[in-house]
């Protein structure tokens, strides 16, 4: 969704305030494409600072399904949106100053909002996702989510030299 900024860049200096529909549907990076199925109206204030420089203000809600990353179940994982970003159209992103924030989501006199979120959610996404604290992932020889249950696999992942000491235990086990 685009958000036009031409009174906030022209001489009267207005306000703009708008309230949009996120029209992103999913969030796609490299790694895969994560459907997004529930979101709120984003609510925008664009001020102007001096210059070229503006105050962009953005609020929303969304969830996103990620998998677990050990047992591969859809995870819900909320986003709570609230940012503030400070960007100068006079300078190129190459040569911002520390407190100025990038101003690729700005294009001429539009902003494009979903661009804006796409970045805000990839600053937020977590570097872990588990559906629970204590999942215990799937199998892996058969692929078995041992969430729902054991498999009768042999863990081959164990080291070959401990296998004594494995059958001692497998032998003298108490019941």
Not at 76 to 83: A, I, K, V
Not at 94 to 118: C, P, Q, T, W
Request: proline share 3%.
């Amino acid at each position: 969704m685009l958000i036009n900024l031409s009174d906030v860049l022209s001489e009267q200096h207005k306000t703009v305030e708008d309230t949009v529909q996120m029209e992103m549907n999913e969030f796609s990076v490299k790694y895969g494409e994560f459907p997004i199925i529930s979101k709120e109206p984003v609510h925008v204030i664009a001020e102007h600072v001096k210059g070229r420089e503006l105050q962009i203000h953005a609020d929303t809600k969304l969830c996103v399904l990620i998998p677990c990353d050990r047992c591969l179940e859809d995870v819900q994982q909320e986003f709570e949106l609230n940012f503030i970003k400070h960007v100068d159209l006079g300078v190129s992103d190459a040569d911002l100053r520390e407190e100025l924030d990038e101003s690729n989501f700005i294009n001429g006199y539009h902003l494009d909002v979903d661009k804006m979120l796409y970045n805000e959610i990839l600053i937020g996404w977590p570097t872990k996702v588990l559906c629970r604290e204590d999942c215990k992932g799937i199998c892996n020889v058969c692929g078995q989510n041992l969430n729902m249950g054991t498999c009768g696999c042999e863990d081959t992942g164990l080291d070959p030299r401990m296998s004594v000491v494995r059958d001692l235990f497998k032998n003298f086990k108490e019941v």
